[in-house]
């Protein structure tokens, strides 16, 4: 699906907006990742706040559409920020677990 969305900008001749935004994409990504590996905040407190606010975003979107309005930039920049977060997240529990494994297995040779 990815591949045909992006076959038909390239074809429109948008190509470039579709490489600016996966580059945009890695960059935010791979610096979030790094920020959460060097920073010592544990982010795990946002376990069970990412998936409230995720519905409360889709039910706000649900909303708008069903009453007519338009929230695009605001629900963009909403959901920026909400799957930005589900990154820091997910980064910070995984560097976690894998401390965990490097700990688990020095021990084991250790002893």
């Known amino acids: 699906m990815t591949a045909t969305i992006c076959a038909v900008y390239a074809a429109h001749g948008l190509g470039q907006n579709v490489a600016v935004g996966a580059a945009i994409t890695l960059f935010v990504f791979v610096g979030l990742t790094i920020f959460?590996?060097?920073?010592?905040?544990?982010?795990?407190?946002?376990?069970?706040f990412l998936p409230v606010c995720l519905l409360v975003l889709i039910f706000w979107m649900m909303a708008l559409v069903i009453f007519?309005?338009?929230?695009?930039?605001?629900?963009?920049?909403?959901?920026?920020?909400?799957?930005?977060?589900?990154?820091?997240?997910?980064?910070?529990?995984?560097?976690?677990y894998i401390h965990m494994i490097y700990m688990y297995i020095y021990m084991?040779?250790?002893t």
């Open 68 to 96: 007519g309005f338009s929230g695009g930039l605001l629900l963009g920049g909403i959901g920026v920020l909400l799957f930005s977060a589900f990154i820091i997240y997910d980064t910070c529990v995984l560097y976690t």
């Open 36 to 48: 959460v590996q060097m920073s010592d905040i544990d982010f795990s407190f946002m376990g069970l």
């Open 108 to 110: 084991y040779i250790n």
